[in-house]
């Protein structure tokens, strides 16, 4: 299964139970539904809204229309009275022959807010089953930090702040982490400054500036990656490499008379080689080679390097359905807690940047369909969805849920004007967010097919 064809299963799965959990309270409480529909049937710009409607399937149950629209991403309900006393002929003859207790604004407002909270509960709820599924079928493999034993190989900015190659990190911010992936994310997220670190047998304490997410996310650097010698997993056909002799399982030890001890010395030895012969050192079978290769304008000669998980392993971790339940609650909450911490960085200048859009998300799928893999990737869209759906941006589900709260306090409605013009602002916002997300998808794509 392709990409795409992985993206649009997980997204229908995702937007159908979402929808889902707005219509079935919505019945509960004789709600009426007009429609309930997996993709859109028409196109939902603002502001050329219901242009171009037509349907794959459709069929009426009840007094609701279910069906499969034309574009395969996203989905709606369309519950009568959502926005306010109707003013146009098309809102007017919408509504025309509903019962004034099945309108959706006569209802009480702790009924309005369940529907309103239907999504975004439905959509935790998903995200902590799969985990606990996840859990239970695969159990879970974790590199722990302790494996690490040629420490850390860090960047310029890990450097330029008191890190070494080769520095075991024994705790961040006090408590200690399980992985090395675990303490960068203490680092970045939770403001876990205060590092100590084994370094040639000592323990040395390190001290990262307040703003070191900032300028993780500026540089687009990771501060650390585990350090491990350079030795070639395969080697692509028809490049330099191949051409040249390497094998797989040869050990890189020189470049150019310089010693590369570490795979991440390679690259920063390799980059100011660009367009040039280099003389390659190799431990093949106990016996020392040097070969001749031509380094590309990109820095590479054609070999993907042994994996940390070939060189340190992995641990793996068997959970019963018990533990599950206990073990899928900590990463529902965990990846709900770093996705809201990470928000923050979206302000940025550097990490506006990184948006991504449809091509973004369907990209961290797999190649070939992996069930691990989509169903994990599943669960965590479906909890950053929730939290995206509870931002109080009128469109969305938290934008709603606002003017409800408001009424809930102080007894009065907002407004049906400033409830419609907030929504018009709205669905602005959210037509510049999709444009500018796809449209940094685009621009990486021609950026990385012609420069």
Partial sequence: MSQTLQLILCLSILVFLHELGHFLPARWFNTRVERFYLFFDSIFFFPVVNRFRFTLFKKKVG???????????????????????????????????????????????????????????VNLILGYLLFVMILNVWGEDIQPIGNLKQGIACDSLARAHGLRDGDKILTVGGKTPETLDQAVLWMMLDNAEQLEVDRDGQKVAVSLPEDIEYKMVATNMKLVSPRMPFIIDSVMPRTVAHWGGLKKGDQVVRLNGDTIPYFHLWREKLVPLRKKVAVVGVIRDGSYREFKLWVNESATIGVYPKSSVGHYGLKHKAYSFGSSLGRGWEKTTERLVNYVKQFKLVFTKAGAKQIGGIAAIGSLFPEELNWQAFWTLTATLSVILAFMNLLPIPVFDGGYMLFTLWEMVTRRKVPDKVMKHSLTVGMWIVLALFLYSNGNDLYRMVLSKYL
């Avoid at 509504?95 to 004034?100: I, K, L, N, Q």
């Avoid at 604004?105 to 975004?120: E, F, S, T």
């Fill in 63 to 121: 007094q609701t229309e279910f069906g499969l629209g034309w574009f395969p991403f996203g989905g709606y309900v369309n519950i009568v009275g959502m926005f306010g006393e109707p003013e146009e002929p098309e809102e007017i003859a919408a509504e025309a022959g509903v019962p004034d207790n099945e309108k959706f604004r006569n209802k009480k407002p702790w009924q309005r807010m369940i529907i309103l909270a239907g999504g975004i509960t």
